[in-house]
């Protein structure tokens, strides 16, 4: 137990330190300060009442727990502030052009479009340098480099290059930085130049050999399976996630079973329990464990040992042991220290979301999976013989019961990272899961077959092909499932996080509890009923009100727009500006628990180019492409518009029904896009987008007429005076620039956040 809270609190004091951000020294001085009163405790439980009634609260000395909290914020702080001076090649970072010497430390990651390599650099020149003396300097540090796909540098190999060094970019939505500090990567070089290899034999001869092993494999899996079941088969045995179509990738991620395409804790649970179960026959448990536990680091090393393969193996490790053991209580301790341990040795992996997700699953299974088995063999034992339930509990803890415990504690991290929950893993696991280890032996199988002869991988094929077959249709089948993946919005996820907390608190406290009312059941009642009732209020809090909501938000220097339609269709209209304030505007006008956009209408083309940062915060089910966005001869830039999203183009003039009863019209169009009207009863709102006043007259001169609002730009008054849009008398003017309108009485983003219009079909009305 002492074990279990000290790791706590230094997982705690890292967390707190990357929030707080103090200085060193002060986290110098807490160290000192919390020592001292470890030290002197037991003095002052002697000398004051109060601290010794304290103590006997707390599991562990008070001096103990906050010198170790206090010892995760120094660590922390540490990792966010490296020591790097000018033989660190980041010193180098965005100051030009070098010429950087290194070698290849780590398996290739070929891609479809470039290759990345990680060099460790041995020296760098300046050729700008006068000084030929002093131009040249020993260097130590790792870079990822980009080269192209047909790059063919191995392992071992010297490479020279001139590059420019640069900073990995940290943006608020996903730090690179972070992620390549992870593996104690500072710089990035993309494309080098006169790429020359100098030497070879660089790094260990087994590692090269295991590297040179796991190339083969890929290859023998290649010639002996068709895709898509052979990039599914180099995920699962060698760890190569890359190799499968992209659009199949995304339906293993919508349904909840991405994990089964790497390596990940599934795949080494299967592992070590086949490698367990043959050892076993031959030699004790705890000999077989063992045996088991060097045999999965060896393979890790061959399957290039990432950090989520490592986090794997040590998970298994714990299961083992925990097994033998047989107590639930040691395995929380262990997966607590062994997680300080990692965070100890690399901090930044707090912020990793397969670690997140590996931690948060082990321990769901450890908590979770053994008294969900007890009850579910004592809710059996009611119905059934002892034996019958004995033989019924275990495949439906092991592909149901234990699925669940894991998902249910990495739906918070899930919803935080991606912002996405799939309510069809509950379907894909069950389905799923259980074909696994026949697909891990079989394949396994036919890859050594393989390997020896191509003619028996093909033989041995014929048998672990349909296993591949079906993990990848039942995931493309469930992947169709209408509403199957549940977009979150991230300023929900703290509620999902406090659900989860107050579930775990509960489950541990649930005896105490029990005996304190008498009845467990009901714990579980007011627990059961107080989540249902904040769902029931958050769905009811959202549902359509029958009126058409009209949003211009605000975001950062631009402006965005979107409307709600009186049944609740969503639609965007050429959304801009910072994406996560958009989606942020959202947060209290559509359900949590549909979280997303029916529509988007893109009238620029240029303005498809946020599409890719949008759909990442929000499901986006269909672009609509007015004609000026597709069919422009002067502009040369593409449409971005992500994969998985309809496209729809529409026709000149074309109306488009969002809702029954509530239409957009394309008004006009000219080199600078596409006017809209939106109607909806007597509501009649005119978006002239740039386009000329004098175009929008000939084209369609009744969208001119009897208009509720105008809304207007810098470019529709930079050649028309405001004047002549005066003329056509809106009851109001909305302004969508920071820029000061030049119409009195307006109302828009340049003097509000955001401004609501609200219309009934009859009346029109601005809302605060």
């Known amino acids: 137990m002492p074990l279990l809270w000290v790791s706590l609190a230094f997982i705690a004091g890292l967390l707190a330190g990357d929030v707080l951000q103090f200085r060193l020294p002060v986290w110098l001085t807490l160290s000192v300060l919390f020592l001292l009163l470890s030290i002197f405790e037991q003095k002052m439980q002697n000398s004051f009442q109060p601290w010794r009634k304290l103590r006997h609260w707390l599991p562990l000395s008070a001096g103990v727990m906050l010198l170790f909290f206090t010892l995760g914020g120094l660590r922390i702080w540490m990792t966010n502030n490296p020591v790097i001076n000018t033989d660190d090649l980041a010193w180098y970072n965005n100051k030009g052009a070098f010429v950087v010497t290194g070698w290849v430390s ?125 990039g599914l ?20 991620r919508d349904t909840g079973v991405a994990h089964i395409i790497a390596i990940s804790g599934f795949n080494m649970a299967v592992l070590a329990g086949l490698f367990l179960w043959a050892f076993t026959l031959l030699m004790g448990p705890y000999w077989a464990a063992f045996i088991a536990a060097i045999l999965l680091g060896f393979y890790a090393s061959m399957v290039d040992a990432s950090e989520s393969v490592t986090r794997a193996v040590i998970m298994a490790v714990l299961a083992m042991g925990g097994h033998l053991i047989g107590r639930r209580q040691a395995g929380l301790n262990a997966l607590m220290i062994t997680a300080a341990v990692m965070c100890a040795l690399q901090p930044l992996l707090l912020k990793d979301a397969s670690f997140q997700l590996s931690f948060a699953a082990s321990f769901g299974l450890v908590v979770f999976a053994q ?79 393989g390997m020896l002869h191509p003619l028996a991988g093909k033989l041995a094929m014929l048998v672990s092909w349909p296993f591949l077959k079906y993990t990848n249709a039942m995931v493309t089948l469930l992947a169709k499932i209408k509403g199957g993946v549940l977009t979150i919005h991230p300023a929900f996820t703290i509620w999902i996080f406090v659900v989860v907390i107050l579930f775990v608190i509960l489950f541990f406290l649930r005896e105490k509890l029990a005996r304190f009312f008498q009845s467990s059941r009901f714990i579980w009642l007011v627990l059961l009923l107080a989540a249902t009732g904040f769902s029931t209020w958050s769905i009811a809090s959202h549902q359509p009100d029958g009126k058409l909501h009209l949003h211009l938000v605000r975001c950062d220097e631009e402006s965005a727009l979107y409307l709600i339609a009186p049944n609740g269709r969503t639609l965007a209209i050429d959304p801009r500006g910072s994406m996560d304030e958009f989606t942020s505007s959202l947060e209290n006008e559509l359900s949590t628990w549909s979280f997303n956009l029916e529509s988007v209408l893109i009238t620029d083309r240029k303005l498809s180019e946020p599409m890719a940062e949008l759909s990442g915060a929000i499901s986006v089910r269909q672009v609509l492409l007015a004609p000026s966005s597709y069919r422009s001869e002067e502009d040369s830039r593409p449409l971005r518009i992500p994969d998985g999203i309809t496209v729809e183009k529409l026709l000149p003039a074309e109306n488009v029904e969002i809702e029954p009863g509530v239409w957009l019209t394309l008004a006009a169009e000219d080199l600078n896009g596409d006017a809209l009207l939106l109607q909806y009863g007597s509501l009649r709102i005119l978006i002239p987008n740039g386009v000329d006043y004098a175009v929008i007259k000939a084209s369609t001169p009744e969208a001119l007429t009897g208009l509720t609002a105008l809304l207007l730009g810098p470019e529709d008054v930079s050649y028309i005076p405001p004047r002549v849009w005066l003329n056509l008398h809106p009851q109001m003017i909305l302004w969508r620039d920071r820029g000061i309108s030049p119409f009195e009485n307006s109302m828009g983003v340049d003097v509000s956040a955001e401004v609501h219009l609200v219309a009934d079909g009859t009346d029109a009305w601005l809302e605060e």
């Open 106 to 230: 780590a398996a290739p990651d070929r891609r479809t479009e470039s290759t990345y390599y990680q060099i460790s650099t041995i020296e760098i020149t300046d050729p700008a340098s006068t000084d030929w003396v002093h131009a040249t300097r020993k260097i130590h540090g790792a870079a990822q480099v980009q080269m192209p796909a047909d790059a063919a540098w191995q392992y071992g190999d010297l490479l020279q290059f001139t590059a420019y060094p640069r900073t990995p970019s940290d943006h608020s939505d996903f730090s690179y930085r972070d992620y390549l500090a992870k593996s104690g990567i500072l710089s990035v070089i993309y494309h080098p130049r006169s790429v020359t290899k100098v030497s070879s034999g660089y790094g260990t001869v087994l590692r090269k050999g295991l590297i040179g092993v796991r190339e083969q494999a890929r290859q023998t899996i290649f010639e002996v399976f068709p895709q898509p079941e052979a």
């Open 233 to 252: 088969l180099t995920g699962i045995l060698l760890g190569v996630d890359n190799d499968l179509p992209p659009a199949l990738s995304q339906t293993y």
């Open 371 to 449: 008294p969900m088995q007890d009850w579910l063999n004592a809710l059996l034992e009611q119905r059934v013989s002892e034996k019958t339930a004995a033989k019924w509990t275990k495949p439906l803890s092991e592909y149901f019961l234990f699925t669940l415990a894991a998902q249910f504690a990495t739906l918070p991290f899930i919803a935080a990272n991606f912002g996405r929950i799939s309510l069809s893993a509950l379907l894909a696991n069950p389905l799923v899961l259980p074909v696994q280890p026949a697909v891990m032996i079989s394949g396994g199988l036919t890859l050594l077959a």
